[in-house]
């Protein structure tokens, strides 16, 4: 990272990981082109989870090419008169897999507990209706890199 001092630590990395509504995947088709899409996440074992349709342009793109990047803003304020803004990110470098068994459930349950907390019971008897139109992939991560403007660490 080029500003030293705009580094996040470990343990604020994490933090926004765990706490981030959403992230931007990045991948690359077999023809080179880069692709981005926002998705929801859950961050599990040091990993990286989301769902997805069983076909579609994200599995195509990690079946050429598994190397994939996600990328999470959290807060952000801009600062008009400075012309400059306050804000905090990750991203995050990794191996893309689409994975089966426990892991796989793990992964829904998580989902269901980050984003659907009220609703656990309902959401354990959602994944068992619709589990067989769904892949859930795992991103192996390799490295991440945390940055945030000085004033909006905590």
Known sequence: MRRADKALP???IAGLLLEGEYGILSTVD???????????????????????????HK???????????FCVVGRTRVLPAEFSTEFESVI?????????????YQALFGLVEKYSPEFVTEGRKYIEQFD?????????????????????KT
Do not use: W
């Not at 880069?34 to 990286?48: E, K, R, T």
């Not at 599995?59 to 990047?69: C, E, G, H, R």
């Open 10 to 12: 470990a343990d604020e």
């Open 30 to 56: 077999a023809e080179g082109q880069a692709y981005g899409v926002p998705l929801n996440y859950v961050y599990l074992n040091n990993c990286i989870y989301f769902h997805c349709a069983l076909q579609g």
């Open 59 to 69: 599995i195509a793109n990690i079946l050429a090419n598994s190397k994939v990047s």
């Open 92 to 104: 995050v470098f990794g191996e893309a897999s689409v994975v089966q068994g426990d892991d796989r």
């Open 132 to 152: 067989s139109r769904t892949k859930i992939v795992k991103i192996a991560i390799t490295l991440m890199t945390g940055k945030a403007a000085p004033s909006v």
